[in-house]
């Protein structure tokens, strides 16, 4: 039970394969008592049977782009809980349309929206959980490879992801001094609402697997299982990093010797 007594925020819930749904099952079997807001009217018939089932609180709409749907979520927090021990940031958008073709084709109002929804909701999301930190507390954040190198069709969401990365960089120096850890899970590719709406991802999947030195995709317990670590008082030294999850993608240079030499047969026939 390395939760238990913590109190923790999770967003992002869409349904019962999303990964933030994944981690509040989890951190509320550890014991962590959960929080868990959806992001807009038509998402409540999903998330509220989810959240009731792990006895979650503050089952309220909170978009992050309204100041005063957030300002009254961490009221209720304050007022129910008074502080709180961690926060889960698994929210991302971009348009479907502009997930497809060429980064270089991006709108200037996709861009804008895609930044704010997906990078700047962890700042404005950190700077008010801290204020209900004084004991410290661990603020963890979803990234993907794609805030590192290329992904074909993602896009302005890597962008957004090397912002949000970043972002952890500065707010755990901007909050470590009060014991605040800020970090982010850089999870492979796994099927969630989110991901199907970047083209060709059927593709990713299937390549990823091949690659990974493990020679699998990650599951959904595996992540959950990384951010049960990284809000538990195990990864108390742990702060500003990017903890990739993705079976070792992201460790590798080049395929691996039987599938390169599979391609080159191919090629050369």
């Not at 960089?169 to 199907?196: Q, W």
């Not at 992540?223 to 070792?248: K, M, R």
Request: charged fraction near 20%.
């Amino acid at each position: 039970m390395l939760l238990t007594g913590k109190k923790i925020l999770i967003t992002g819930v869409a349904n019962d394969w999303s990964m933030a749904w994944a981690i509040a099952k989890m951190a509320a079997e550890q014991g962590a008592e959960i929080a868990i807001p959806y992001g807009a009217p038509v998402l409540e018939k999903r998330v509220r049977p989810l959240a009731e089932s792990i006895g979650a609180k503050f089952v309220m709409e909170c978009n992050v782009q309204d100041d005063a749907q957030m300002d009254a979520l961490f009221a209720e927090i304050k007022k129910e809980w008074g502080t709180i021990d961690g926060v889960l940031h698994a929210i991302a958008y971009s348009g479907r349309n502009e997930l497809t073709g060429r980064y270089a084709d991006t709108s200037r109002e996709n861009f804008k929206n895609t930044m704010d929804i997906s990078a700047f909701s962890m700042v404005d999301m950190t700077r008010r959980a801290a204020a209900l930190m004084p004991n410290g507390g661990s603020i963890v954040t979803l990234t993907y490879y794609g805030g590192e190198k290329s992904i074909p069709n993602y896009n302005v969401m890597g962008v957004a992801k090397a912002a949000l990365e970043s972002s952890v960089k500065y707010l755990a120096a901007d909050l470590g001094a009060g014991g605040i850890r800020v970090n982010a899970i850089s999870a492979g590719p796994i099927k969630t609402l989110a991901a199907s709406g970047v083209g060709g991802f059927s593709d990713i999947l299937k390549i990823n697997e091949m690659m990974t030195p493990l020679r699998r995709n990650m599951t959904l317990e595996d992540v959950a299982g990384a951010a049960v670590y990284l809000f538990s008082n195990l990864s108390s030294g742990v702060t500003g990093e990017i903890h990739h999850v993705d079976c070792g993608y992201s460790s590798t240079g080049m395929m691996p010797n039987d599938l390169k030499d599979a391609l080159l047969k191919v090629i050369n026939d």
